[in-house]
């Protein structure tokens, strides 16, 4: 018989695994089971590093989009700002400006084109979904207007280090960084009175209003620091590949809003977690990691996601109406 200490554990150890969370913890180990069977190579350190290096700008960026999507809003135009960014980084370090200069523009064009979404949904009242599509390809045609069809690179040694392992041991530096944003993204939004305020609007808008929150300013906020690290990212993905196009970074999106709603961020706003998001993260990536040491085209790994997208926003809603019609009656 279990002692009265080891129950309460044991119960939240049953409780974890009936959580959307504890799902997710399931779909991973799977996920490794069956690319540990297909690649053998698949556990190599070499193979791990580049699990995360090809992918560093998207998970940068999901954080972000994580405040976003739980606020109730969202934001198509984060790849179109990060190609934006890489293709200005291109253009002026080309034009002979100081690459460490270049790189505090891109970062104030980043949050320009977060303020100027900012402006449009949280003071004109404009839908997010509306504004930030328009923003998607309007961003995609500056980008392509700056660079044409040429490709450019000769960056500076130190900044391809920037995307490339060998910055910081095996690692490049852009995953330091992720891991830095994770740990303080995941502190503010469940551990301050700022992440308390983006779900109570996630909730309910009108509700935080009448509470006092300023709503206007705490999605301007958002939509800013979403355009920043959408900027940067963008700065790492040039670092990476040494060069730019005015392409860059074209689809993005749907792997950084797949990897949000698969860990249990409501598209509705108002719920999610930062571990539900990691999971999600690791997800995806072992997915895409282990269906390319398969051999399988882009083609179908995008179908794949596509899939994920699909079944992150129905899953839930179907798990809700089950229990919703199981729950008794409330009429007298």
């Given at each position: 018989m279990a002692s009265p200490s080891t129950l309460p554990s044991g119960m939240a150890v049953i409780g974890f695994f009936k959580s959307w969370e504890g799902l997710l913890v399931i779909i991973l180990g799977l996920t490794l089971?069956?690319?540990v069977m297909l690649a053998p190579q698949f556990l190599t350190l070499q193979n791990q590093i580049n699990l995360f290096q090809l992918s560093n700008e998207k998970i940068i960026v999901a954080?972000?989009?994580?405040?976003?999507?739980?606020?109730?809003e969202i934001d198509l135009s984060v790849a179109s700002v990060m190609g934006l960014s890489a293709c200005v980084f291109g253009y002026l370090v080309n034009d002979g400006m100081p690459a460490g200069f270049a790189i505090m523009v891109c970062l104030l064009v980043g949050a320009v084109a977060g303020a100027l979404n900012a402006f449009w949904i949280a003071y004109s009242g404009?839908?997010?979904?509306v504004v930030t599509l328009a923003m998607l390809i309007g961003f995609r045609g500056l980008a392509r207007v700056l660079l044409e069809d040429k490709g450019m690179g000769n960056f500076p040694e130190w900044f391809n280090l920037l995307g490339r392992g060998g910055f910081i041991g095996p690692f490049p530096l852009a995953f330091v960084v992720f891991v830095i944003m994770l740990a303080v993204f995941s502190v503010v939004l469940h551990r301050t009175g700022f992440g308390r305020q983006v779900f109570v609007i996630g909730n309910n808008a009108e509700v935080a209003r009448y509470s006092g929150v300023k709503v206007a300013r705490v999605r301007s906020i958002l939509f800013v620091m979403s355009g920043i690290v959408a900027a940067l990212a963008g700065l790492f993905y040039a670092a990476r590949l040494a060069s730019v196009r005015g392409d860059a970074a074209t689809g993005f999106e749907l792997?950084?809003?797949t990897m949000v709603l698969l860990g249990g961020v409501s598209i509705f706003g108002g719920k999610g977690s930062m571990l539900g998001v990691l999971l999600s993260i690791l997800i995806v990536l072992n997915l895409r990691n282990g269906m390319a040491l398969a051999n399988i085209t882009g083609h179908i790994q995008t179908a794949v996601i596509g899939i994920l997208l699909i079944s992150s926003v129905l899953i839930p809603n179907l798990l809700q109406?089950?229990?919703?019609?199981?729950?008794?009656?409330?009429?007298?």
């Open positions: 089971l069956l690319n954080l972000a989009m994580t405040f976003i999507i739980i606020s109730a404009i839908p997010s979904l792997d950084i809003i109406s089950l229990q919703a019609s199981k729950s008794p009656a409330q009429n007298p």
